[in-house]
């Protein structure tokens, strides 16, 4: 039997933690008897057993000699928050394993496959590989380059404005494009706003679907804690307060400001540095916290110098068949040329969404 299909499967199980096992990746776990899938699992969350754990929990027996463990990630081979999954699979006496994706940690990566082979076990390695790997884009990012992965996101008229002109609909794309939005909300551990986008549109940043209501960390970038004392803010007022965070500069920060935003109950990140450290202040900070990864809905004003100063790893911008934006308002890139690495097209209804690498 190809490998495929229980890696497809694996990987399947694996998107059902979709957003939950932050800062851990996604994993999946299938095991074939003859084949034939006879146990799953599935990391959950951190601090939860890893997905090879959970399908040699699910088989409950000893494995049969000719079973095959496909799992989507290398299998740790270090004591983490739980022991080695190169342990489990050897004490559990398993002779073949197939994987998805190296482990993407330079210090790990290739060390498990190394160790279930020298002890006998035989590894195929790449079965869906790229698809794998693909998956945990955010976690990849992390831990390879230590900082979060930044995307910026943009909703756009065809003549790249994302302030539609008065009068006009308030919502540039349809209900499809914008129901994507929320899936991507409900992955990122870390959503981003300016000020200036909190004062005129007063979101939510939340992700709403089948599930109910999901808030991740939500962020003010707000150098200046303009928003200090702005009654009737959801983000201020919500029953997710709590995730929120105001983001500023400590030489901006007044003393006045900080105790109005402690008394609504929102934390305050007053960042060391000048104005044009701050985007590097912050992401350092987002990375010691474990937020493998921040979806910044930036107005144009944004979105245009973070292009510029070439601060995003990577951009979803959702394109709208219409023109009439704000004749007022700028571009979300004006001008910037943004070539996209691996770049994908999809469309929702009729909005197509552009994503990939940036730079
Ligand atoms: N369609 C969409 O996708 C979308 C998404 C979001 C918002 N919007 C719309 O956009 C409009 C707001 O746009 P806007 O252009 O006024 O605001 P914006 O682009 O959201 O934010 C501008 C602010 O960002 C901060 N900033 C600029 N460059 C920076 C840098 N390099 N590093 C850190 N901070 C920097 C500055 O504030 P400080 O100097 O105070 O820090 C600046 O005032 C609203 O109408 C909203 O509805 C549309």
Known sequence: MSAEPPMRRALELARGAWGRTHPNPMVGAVITEGGVIVAE??????????????????????????????????????????????????????????????????????????????????????????????????????????????????????????????????????????????????LFPAIAVTADTLLADNPRLTARDAEGEHAPVRFVLDRRFRSAG?????????????????????GGARAADLAWYEAEGVTVWALPGEEADFLDAWAERCATEGLTGVLIEAGPRFASALLREGSADYLFAYVAPRLGGDPESPTWFEGVDCPLRAGKTTLFGQDALFRGYLG
């Not at 009654?231 to 400590?250: H, M, N, Q, S, Y």
């Open 41 to 186: 699992g599935f990391h959950a969350a951190a601090g939860q057993p890893h997905a090879e754990v959970m399908a040699l929990r699910a088989l409950g027996r000893p494995p049969k000699p000719d079973a095959v463990l496909h799992v989507t990630l290398e299998p740790c081979c270090t004591h983490g928050r739980t022991p080695p999954c190169v342990d489990a699979i050897l004490r559990a006496g398993l002779r073949t394993v197939v994987i998805g994706a190296t482990d993407p940690n330079p210090a790990h990566a290739g060390k498990g496959v190394q160790l279930l082979r020298a002890a006998g076990v035989a590894v195929v390695e790449g079965v869906l590989g790229e698809e794998c790997a693909e998956l945990n884009f955010l976690f990849n990012h992390w831990i390879t380059v230590g900082r979060p992965l930044l995307a910026l996101k943009v909703a756009a008229t065809l003549d790249g404005k994302l302030v539609p002109a008065p009068g006009e609909p308030r919502d540039i794309t349809g209900p499809e494009a914008r129901a994507d939005v929320h899936r991507w909300r409900r």
């Open 230 to 250: 702005r009654a009737g803010l959801r983000l201020f007022t919500d029953a997710f307060r709590g995730r929120t965070i105001v983001v500023g500069l400590a």
